[in-house]
């Protein structure tokens, strides 16, 4: 049987001037909206020790659940939302999903109580789910997959540079905007300030945004088709080479432990963002050093910014080698290891080396990670299996913070949370190594079948 054409006869620079100008023109609009994404989910932690917990009663726990509660939301409509979007294209989903999260996110300025925000931050995760499977659904449709690990690297590049960038931001925010408006405290003003961004940049979004090369006026008709013959045949192959319908993808054991190796990770990073805060602001305590909200912002951003770096550099070290799975694990078991071993550092600067090494572990294992689902991963299939493993694996962003929160009020001390992050993290290292790439292709099935046969 013929099977579809291959791109090896197309001019080679061809293809580099067509993913430079795809990336040129996608990655920096969808990076932004992921900073926003992230910093509208996480600001949460920058409120928490600035006037948050005090105002709404909140304890370690309290405020762990608070934080968590999203991720509920989140995977209740992840999956729906993501075969959505593969139906009627990114630009109006995004568009839908960005004014919906950026209003909700605003009127976490006016709660009057800790039930009020735990409802909103539920429905902070409504409102977003989809978005992130929904972005890295999109990036299959734009570029194949030699290049598949970088561009979601320049995507997801803006965790750690929300935080670089976010958390001074948020820090001044709380600083000079309390009673700046309707007489908020400033944590109130940082999330009115911080949310109203989404709104604006969803409507952007629908006049933005093109759903499928063959659509991209912004690329020449020669380099239209070449795009959307490449992916058509990439396409093509993965669902020849595995056969994975959308039952199949979501009932897929395989599915299930990708969905813990990408909870293992993310448990670290959120655990991670949410405490940073407040574990730098209890510095004052166990080193009798005390920095003010500013210079807090500023370092909190010291590990997100090597993050941004190694994230980069170690995904494009992935696509020159085409080794996914190492690239995976190793980040993963280091970051591990090195998050409990802060805790026992003597000194400011020591513990905010082991944290940024975490950091860049944290960051250097998530954007490879999503090319081994979309090895055998297509179209709808891709869309929920993407979405499903998201979904599954952010709840350990519930988890995360509450098991952090409470083991953090049980035993007086962050040790034993942070020993629970460090543990999930080499545990997703080691399933990783034991998943490898991607399963056995049905090719090699149908192969014996044909030479049987004849």
Not at 81 to 98: E, Q, T, Y
Not at 154 to 168: H, K, R
Not at 340 to 355: E, R
Request: net charge neutral; charged share 15%; with cysteine.
């Amino acid at each position: 049987m013929a099977g579809p054409s291959h791109s090896t006869a197309v001019d080679p620079g061809m293809r580099e001037r067509v993913v430079r100008k795809v990336a040129w023109r996608l990655m920096p609009f969808l990076g932004l909206l992921y900073f926003i994404n992230y910093l509208d989910r996480t600001n949460i932690g920058f409120a928490a020790p600035h006037g948050m917990n005090d105002a709404l009663g909140f304890d370690k726990a309290a405020f762990g659940l608070a934080s968590g509660i999203f991720f509920i939301g989140y995977l209740l409509l992840e999956v729906p939302s993501n075969l959505i979007l593969h139906k009627v294209g990114a630009r109006r989903w995004i568009a839908r999903i960005m004014v919906s999260w950026g209003i909700v996110a605003s009127l976490m300025a006016f709660v009057p109580n800790a039930l009020s925000m735990y409802g909103l931050r539920f429905l902070l995760g409504i409102a977003e789910a989809g978005f992130f499977p929904g972005i890295i659904l999109y990036l299959t449709f734009w570029f194949p997959k030699r290049e598949r690990a970088r561009a979601v690297a320049l995507f997801m590049i803006a965790i750690p540079v929300s935080s670089v960038i976010g958390s001074p931001l948020s820090a001044w925010l709380i600083s000079a905007g309390h009673g700046l408006v309707f007489g908020l405290d400033g944590w109130r003003f940082m999330f009115l300030v911080e949310g109203l961004p989404a709104i604006l940049i969803g409507v952007l979004c629908w006049f933005y945004l093109t759903d499928k090369p063959q659509d991209a006026a912004w690329l020449t008709a020669e380099e239209r088709n070449w795009l959307q013959n490449e992916m058509d045949n990439e396409h093509a192959q993965t669902s020849q080479r595995y056969h994975y319908p959308l039952r199949k993808a979501l009932t897929q054991p395989r599915i299930l432990a990708l969905a813990f190796v990408y909870f293992g990770v993310v448990y670290g990073l959120y655990a991670v963002g949410f405490f940073l805060p407040t574990i730098i602001a209890g510095f004052k305590q166990a080193f009798n050093t005390e920095y003010s909200i500013i210079e807090q912002g500023f370092i909190v951003a010291i590990p997100y910014a090597f993050g941004a770096i190694a994230m980069y550099l170690w995904a494009r070290h992935g696509d020159s080698t085409g080794e996914r799975v190492w690239h995976v694990a190793i980040p993963a078991i280091v970051g591990g290891l090195a998050i409990p071993v802060a805790l026992y550092m003597q000194s400011p600067f020591t513990t905010m080396i082991a944290v940024t090494i975490c950091a860049m572990g944290i960051c250097s294992a998530l954007p490879t990670f999503w090319a081994l689902p979309t090895r055998f991963l297509t179209g709808a299939a891709a869309a929920g299996g993407i979405a499903l493993i998201n979904s599954l694996g952010n709840l350990a962003g519930f988890v995360g913070p509450y098991v952090t929160g409470w083991l953090t009020d049980l035993t007086g001390n962050p040790k034993a949370g942070l020993w629970v992050v460090g543990a999930f993290m080499i545990a997703a290292g080691i399933v990783a190594v034991l998943l490898k790439a991607a399963p056995a292709p049905d090719d090699e099935r149908v192969a014996e079948t044909d030479t049987s046969a004849a």
